[in-house]
């Protein structure tokens, strides 16, 4: 069972840059990863995905524009790159990987079955 390791959390302010790292403990180039976020006393959700071979990416309409996710299939980590942070961007960042290969960019949060402990992120104003 493959693990994720989630860094590169903090407190900044608004305004400010974050890049997040999601490490893994064995191989995830066949697997389509994301990013998802919790705010306090809400549910769980989607921030970014990005396809199995890096091709293709898909984000929320909240982070379109100022973050960006990649990956590096060599060093089985994935980032998300976060610009222009907001207060409202303040939530514990968790990464996934999908439990099928080669899946799609779009497909929901129970189509992920790997699952990191989480990074906060806290952006003051």
């Known amino acids: 069972q493959v693990q994720l390791i989630e860094s590169g959390g903090g407190m900044v302010q608004t305004g400010d840059s974050l890049r997040l790292s999601c490490t893994a403990s064995?191989?995830?180039?066949?697997?389509?990863m994301a990013w998802f976020r919790q705010a306090p006393g809400k549910d769980r959700t989607f921030v970014a995905s990005?396809?199995?071979?890096?091709?293709?990416?898909y984000y929320s309409d909240s982070v379109k524009g100022r973050f960006t996710i990649s990956r590096d299939n060599a060093e089985n980590t994935v980032y998300l790159q976060m610009h222009s942070l907001r207060p409202e961007d303040t939530a514990v960042y968790y990464c996934a990987k999908q439990a099928m290969p080669f899946g799609g960019t779009r497909l929901g949060p129970n189509n992920y079955g790997t699952w990191g402990q989480g990074t906060q992120v806290t952006v003051s104003s």
């Open positions: 990005v396809q199995w071979n890096g091709q293709t990416t």
């Open positions: 064995g191989r995830i180039s066949t697997y389509t």
